[in-house]
């Protein structure tokens, strides 16, 4: 049995077969022939923007369409294969890892963010020049991966037993998306799983084991199948709700009995599907939400595509209130959807990354001409996350909005210049300093009687939602594998007053 130590992204055991998506490059000892590894490159190149064009022609395809056929990026590798003798596809890969830092050294955000696309570039040239299926197994697998993308998540929920990245933050959205779902995801730098192989992940020894023994199997088998059900402590001051990305969250939402869904992330909903979703699809899937919450209040905050969270048919160069003007049929389809689920009048819509008032009427204002086109009277809420640095800093100008809940995932981003996937280890760092400004959004609620929630990871930290709570926060939303933690830290805090 070999053990590696990990970092821990999100709890939970995983035993099963390793499918690795980028396999690793093995540098072959054997001479290579250079002419024939430059030809072997310039046919995968070709192939993999043939590829890209024949499964769509939206503007996301484009971006990678043009990083393919960049030519310092083919110009870089025929150098390496040339210069250093390696093959194509470890040449390739090289390049395009300087190509991801200059990406990652630019001042453009945008540009930062095309990150993703080049991960996925990456994958599949170097599927093509490694002979291999592109296709994921159909039978559960523990993934391993450089990062994780939120695409492939999604595609593979069923199958997917655990994840092992070689690099993660606690609020990239792949690491959000497995803490939801209660899915193990470990950081493991240096190491080199073969595809098929078994392994188990066991973070509660923060440890990723090969060849494991035939009694450790059983042992972590029993632990993936335990019930994790548990009474939930009820605080009348408090109150407790849960982060969702779809329908099977929010039915174990409802049977935990947390007093509601304080953050549904619909862009998940929205890449069900490479094209928009159509308003039935929609209105289908937040009736049921809405449904089974039964009564309680139920937050849906409009698509925040963006980031590592792209879908191919909306042009989003960032996160925020111009995916909705340039996509204006996208966003009203959503509305009239929501609107429509709205059969218990608990519904509430929350725009995200919101920089000004101006902005936040402007949305509201939309939603109630739609609302009223729609002859809908039931009662809605029309709030916003807090979450740009614009915004905190003109709080006192939000008066109209009827909520707020707190994204420290993207503030402390903008505040403390953190990339969400390095978040994790900088957070001490900086978590006084953001207690130190979220003072006067919590003393500008409680004046105006604005009802104030955070939502952010940091929420599921115990020491940080101590402080938080400390700071006058009742409301508070996370994911369902961290509520059990959050409970107790309120029955704590409890205890402490009492
Ligand atoms: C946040 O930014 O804190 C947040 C909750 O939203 P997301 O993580 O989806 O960007
Ligand atoms: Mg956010």
């Known amino acids: 049995m070999k053990i590696h130590f990990v970092e821990v992204i999100s709890e939970g055991y995983a035993y099963g077969p390793a499918f690795v998506t980028i396999p690793e490059l093995i540098l072959e000892d054997k001479k290579i022939n250079v002419d024939k590894e430059i030809q072997k490159l310039e046919m995968a190149l070709k192939q993999a923007a043939h590829d890209v064009v024949k499964h769509s022609t939206y503007e996301y395809f484009d971006i990678q369409n043009m990083m393919i056929n960049d030519p310092i990026l083919k110009k870089d590798a025929v150098e390496i294969i040339k210069k250093e003798k390696k093959n194509a596809a470890t040449a390739l890969s090289e390049a395009l890892d300087k190509y991801k830092e200059n990406l990652l050294k630019s001042n453009s955000k945008y540009l930062q963010e095309r990150v993703y696309d080049l991960e996925d570039v990456k994958r599949r040239i170097i599927l093509i020049l490694l ?100 009474e939930v402590k009820k605080y009348k001051e408090f109150n407790l709700l849960v982060n969702v990305f779809d329908n099977q969250e929010v039915k174990k939402a409802a049977n935990l009995d947390v007093d509601g869904i304080g953050l549904y992330r619909t862009e998940f909903v929205f890449m069900h599907e490479n094209r928009p979703m159509t308003y039935d699809e929609q209105q289908k899937i937040y009736k049921e939400a809405i449904t089974l919450m039964n009564g309680k209040p139920v937050c849906f ?45 608990n519904l509430k819509i929350m725009f995200p990354m919101v920089e000004t008032i101006d902005e936040f009427k402007y949305l509201k204002n939309w939603v109630l001409r739609i609302k009223k086109e729609m002859n809908n009277d039931k009662p809605i809420l029309i709030g916003m996350m807090l979450e740009t640095k614009k915004a905190l800093i003109s709080i006192d100008e939000f008066k109209e909005v009827d909520f707020i809940s707190i994204g420290t995932n993207d503030l402390t981003q903008e505040l403390f210049q953190i990339r969400r996937d390095e978040q994790s280890s ?63 830290t309120v029955y704590e805090f409890n205890e402490k007053q009492d």
């Open 131 to 230: 002979n291999k299926k592109n296709n994921f197994p159909k039978t559960p697998f523990v993934l391993v991966c450089d990062e994780l993308m939120p695409s492939i998540f999604l595609e593979n929920k069923e199958n997917i037993l655990g994840v092992v990245a070689k690099k993660a933050g606690m609020t990239s959205h792949g690491a959000i998306l497995a803490r939801g779902a209660g899915i193990p995801f470990v950081v493991c730098n240096n190491i080199n799983l073969k595809n098929g192989e078994d392994i188990i992940i066991d973070t509660r020894r923060k440890a990723l084991f090969e060849e494991p023994e035939e009694s450790y199997i059983l042992e972590i088998s029993h632990l993936m199948n335990k019930n994790t059900d548990f």
């Open 301 to 345: 905050r409009t698509f925040d595509i963006g980031d590592d969270k792209q879908v191919a048919y909306i042009k989003a160069h960032h996160k925020g209130f111009l995916n909705y003007v340039n996509n204006p049929t996208i966003f009203e389809t959503q509305i009239k959807a929501l609107l429509a689920s709205n059969v218990n009048g």
């Open 426 to 488: 900088k957070i001490t760092a900086y978590v006084d300093d953001l207690l130190k400004a979220l003072k006067k959004v919590v003393d500008f609620a409680k004046e105006n009687k604005i009802y104030l929630s955070i939502c952010g990871e940091l929420a599921s930290i115990p020491t940080i939602s101590k402080a938080f709570m400390q700071l006058g926060i009742r409301n508070f939303s996370v994911s369902l594998s961290a509520f059990r933690d959050l409970n107790e």
